[in-house]
């Protein structure tokens, strides 16, 4: 199967650069992956979370089988093209990956700079945040191409905290990737409740990937998690990545994007879950 990474185009008109946070035309810019869709079927969903119908998207290889599910949470600019190219990514990798829109009652992140993103995403609520990813896995589980007992989760920044805080609530997480989600992140209906307070229910294999060198999450906290996690889960492994800053796996955003660990984590994570996931 053709690793999807290598698959890169540049964007539409060759190059950009941020405006307020908004990626828009201007004089350099990294390459950006763009993942097509032959071999698998990748649609958007909706999804019912207790009455309110939320989109989602999803996808799975063409070919008849059962495949792992991996849960793939966003960071605060929700189902962007880079997030549901990532989940085309985990289709062409063998699972049926699914990514919840977790702000589509805020009016989604579309059009929105970074800091009107940020303002709306701390807002919502950790029982929101958890209904809507439980949601998505419960839908995974169900569908007839899925192997409903081999789930997975991943997310991106703010899904990088949900990924572990999801892996501690919900029964039946095999194993969790987080990518540089803060681990001291709390919210508005619970503050005292981060993942260090969820130790103790951490029990499926966690792989953490961070950047050394995020502004927002000290590596010193990483390492303590690491360590403290350890003490009741010896599935742990984290990695640092040398000179990386956060969202350094966004390569739709030039200016944080490390290709090499990027790429790095990328082959890590998809080990990880062929481990856990499709023994």
Same mark, same amino acid.
Request: proline share 6%; hydrophobic share 40%.
């Given at each position: 199967?053709?690793?999807?990474?290598?698959?890169?185009?540049?964007?539409?008109?060759?190059?950009?650069?941020?405006?307020?946070?908004?990626?828009?035309?201007?004089?350099?810019?990294?390459?950006?992956?763009?993942?097509?869709?032959?071999?698998?079927?990748?649609?958007?969903?909706?999804?019912?979370?207790?009455?309110?119908?939320?989109?989602?998207?999803?996808?799975?290889?063409?070919?008849?089988?059962?495949?792992?599910?991996?849960?793939?949470?966003?960071?605060?600019?929700?189902?962007?093209?880079?997030?549901?190219?990532?989940?085309?990514?985990?289709?062409?990798?063998?699972?049926?990956?699914?990514?919840?829109?977790?702000?589509?009652?805020?009016?989604?992140?579309?059009?929105?700079?970074?800091?009107?993103?940020?303002?709306?995403?701390?807002?919502?609520?950790?029982?929101?945040?958890?209904?809507?990813?439980?949601?998505?896995?419960?839908?995974?589980?169900?569908?007839?191409?899925?192997?409903?007992?081999?789930?997975?989760?991943?997310?991106?920044?703010?899904?990088?905290?949900?990924?572990?805080?999801f892996s501690a609530e919900?029964?039946?997480?095999?194993?969790?990737?987080?990518?540089?989600?803060?681990?001291?992140?709390?919210? =508005?209906?619970? =503050?005292?409740?981060?993942?260090?307070?969820?130790?103790?229910?951490?029990?499926?294999?966690?792989?953490?990937?961070?950047?050394?060198?995020?502004?927002?999450?000290?590596?010193?906290?990483?390492?303590?998690?690491?360590?403290?996690?350890?003490?009741?889960?010896?599935?742990?492994?984290?990695?640092?990545?040398?000179?990386?800053?956060?969202?350094?796996?966004?390569?739709?955003?030039?200016q944080v994007y490390k290709?090499?660990?990027?790429?790095?984590?990328?082959?890590?994570?998809?080990?990880?879950?062929?481990?856990?996931?499709k023994a």
């Amino acid at each position: 199967m053709a690793n999807p990474l290598s698959r890169r185009e540049v964007l539409k008109f060759g190059a950009y650069t941020t405006v307020g946070g908004v990626l828009t035309p201007g004089i350099s810019l990294a390459q950006a992956i763009v993942t097509d869709t032959k071999g698998i079927t990748a649609r958007d969903i909706q999804l019912n979370v207790g009455g309110t119908m939320i989109p989602a998207y999803d996808a799975h290889p063409e070919a008849q089988g059962r495949y792992p599910v991996v849960v793939v949470i966003s960071g605060f600019t929700g189902n962007s093209d880079h997030h549901k190219d990532v989940v085309r990514r985990f289709a062409h990798a063998g699972y049926y990956a699914i990514a919840p829109e977790l702000y589509h009652r805020e009016g989604g992140m579309q059009g929105k700079n970074f800091q009107e993103m940020g303002a709306i995403s701390s807002k919502v609520t950790r029982k929101q945040y958890l209904g809507d990813i439980a949601a998505a896995a419960d839908y995974a589980k169900q569908q007839t191409w899925a192997r409903g007992d081999r789930l997975g989760v991943t997310g991106f920044c703010g899904g990088g905290a949900l990924t572990l805080h999801f892996s501690a609530e919900y029964p039946g997480v095999v194993a969790a990737v987080p990518w540089y989600g803060h681990v001291k992140r709390t919210y =508005p209906d619970a =503050p005292g409740v981060d993942a260090f307070s969820l130790i103790a229910r951490l029990k499926a294999p966690v792989l953490g990937l961070y950047g050394e060198a995020d502004g927002g999450i000290p590596a010193d906290d990483v390492k303590r998690f690491e360590a403290e996690l350890r003490k009741t889960n010896p599935n742990v492994e984290f990695v640092l990545y040398p000179g990386a800053p956060h969202a350094f796996f966004s390569d739709d955003r030039p200016q944080v994007y490390k290709k090499e660990a990027a790429e790095d984590g990328w082959k890590r994570c998809l080990a990880f879950f062929a481990k856990h996931l499709k023994a």
